[in-house]
């Protein structure tokens, strides 16, 4: 069964930083586009970062994240994770990672595009 855990958010002060974890199981990560998206309240759901490995290695990011976020992958642990860095009042919202089979060089930031989910984990950027 592919399945797709995530774990980590929670409440933090603006300027803070949260690692988000989203762990796969029933399949390699590495035959996968992995995205990562949120969606805040009463907004559709955002693509902010993703990764292919068949591509050029490049990650790609959203404007509204560059330079603050980081996604890395532990391939050992089939395993990738969100570093999220100098959190903004914006930036709250359930994020969740998502996981299409790779069939082409370039990984998508379109929701519909991926087929299996994680479970979504409340980030709540607070003073």
């Known amino acids: 069964q592919l399945q797709l855990v995530q774990s980590g958010g929670g409440l933090v002060q603006p300027g803070g930083s949260l690692r988000l974890t989203c762990a796969a199981s029933?399949?390699?990560?590495?035959?996968?586009?992995i995205g990562w998206f949120r969606q805040a309240p009463g907004k559709e759901r955002e693509g902010i970062s993703c990764?292919?490995?068949?591509?050029?290695?490049?990650?790609y990011y959203a404007d509204s994240v560059k330079g603050r976020f980081i996604f890395t992958r532990d391939r050992a642990a089939n395993t990738v994770y969100l570093h999220m860095n100098s959190l903004k009042l914006e930036d709250t919202a359930v994020y969740y990672c998502?996981?299409?089979?790779?069939?082409?060089?370039?990984?998508?930031?379109?929701?519909?595009?991926?087929?299996?989910w994680g479970q979504g984990a409340q980030v709540t950027v607070s003073s």
């Open positions: 029933g399949f390699s990560l590495d035959d996968y586009a």
């Open positions: 998502a996981a299409t089979f790779a069939q082409s060089r370039r990984c998508s930031k379109w929701p519909a595009d991926y087929g299996y």
């Open positions: 990764f292919v490995r068949t591509g050029d290695g490049s990650t």
